[in-house]
């Protein structure tokens, strides 16, 4: 079983920031990317991902304003939003690709999603 718990969601000003975590439990044997995207009108849209590697990829309404970094002793991701803006609202969905075993394929897992409100 593995398991994404996200936190740190809530009703935040505009201009506010907020930080959000994520952490993956269970049976883990590694994690590549892990990162956060946010529920749209069709789909899920990338809102930040960071690879094993420390490569990051963030949208382009993220403008330089939010931050992913990763414990990766803690197999945790969080992100640091920073300036936010009514537009920022939504559902926000940690996922990562998970490897529970040695020689497993990984697979792509998500947790349950925070919201994240921004008033104006």
């Known amino acids: 079983q593995v398991q994404l718990v996200e936190s740190g969601g809530g009703l935040v000003q505009a201009g506010g920031s907020l930080r959000l975590s994520c952490t993956a439990s269970?049976?883990?044997?590694?994690?590549?990317?892990m990162g956060w995207y946010r529920r749209g009108p069709k789909t899920r849209d990338l809102v930040a991902v960071m690879?094993?590697?420390?490569?990051?990829n963030y949208a382009d309404s993220a403008k330089g304003r939010f931050t992913i970094s990763r414990d990766y002793a803690k197999n945790t991701v969080y992100l640091q939003m920073n300036s936010l803006k009514p537009e920022d609202t939504g559902v926000y969905y940690c996922?990562?690709?998970?490897?529970?075993?040695?020689?497993?394929?990984?697979?792509?897992?998500w947790g349950q999603g925070t919201q994240v409100t921004v008033s104006s």
């Open positions: 996922y990562a690709e998970i490897a529970r075993y040695m020689y497993y394929q990984p697979l792509g897992y």
């Open positions: 269970g049976t883990i044997f590694s994690i590549n990317d």
């Open positions: 690879t094993n590697g420390e490569n990051t």
